[in-house]
């Protein structure tokens, strides 16, 4: 697997698009409003065989580096090593916020060594059903 700096942004959002619906709070825009800033933010594609298999975004904070990842639904075998690999070009410690009904996406970051450091109390509302966002951090 190959990772690299992603500038273009359709080539973000052709993946971003393929599993929008899920990552998407009620709250967010429209697909249509998305747009990455390639200039503030950090993407990072992973490529088998010259196709993208998924993305990773590391948006710079105060005092951490915000991470998120998406893959290819049919390409998600190859996940860990993206997201391991990504991870690497953080400036700062990791950290991510998953909503806390997305078990296996809890699971993953587990896997990859993120620790829950805390919770934003109905922090994410999706089909109109609020639920808890469980923040993690690399550790």
Do not use: C
Not at 28 to 41: G, M, R, T, Y
Not at 57 to 82: F, G, R, S
Not at 117 to 122: A, C, N, P, W
Not at 132 to 139: E, H, K, N, P, Q
């Amino acid at each position: 697997m190959i990772i690299r700096r992603i500038y273009d942004p359709e080539l973000i959002r052709e993946v971003a698009r393929l599993d929008w619906d899920n990552i998407a709070a009620d709250n967010q825009s429209n697909f249509d409003e998305f747009l990455p800033d390639v200039n503030a933010d950090r993407f990072f594609g992973g490529f088998v065989a010259g196709e993208i298999i998924g993305i990773v975004m590391l948006k710079d904070k105060d005092e951490h580096t915000a991470a998120h990842i998406i893959t290819v639904p049919e390409k998600k075998a190859y996940a860990y090593i993206l997201a391991k690999r990504a991870l690497n070009h953080a400036k700062m410690p990791v950290q991510t916020e998953i909503p806390d009904n997305y078990l296996n996406v809890i699971k993953f970051a587990e896997y990859l060594g993120f620790k829950e450091i805390g919770r934003r109390k109905e922090g994410w509302v999706k089909n109109g059903i609020a639920g808890d966002l469980i923040i993690m951090r690399l550790i």
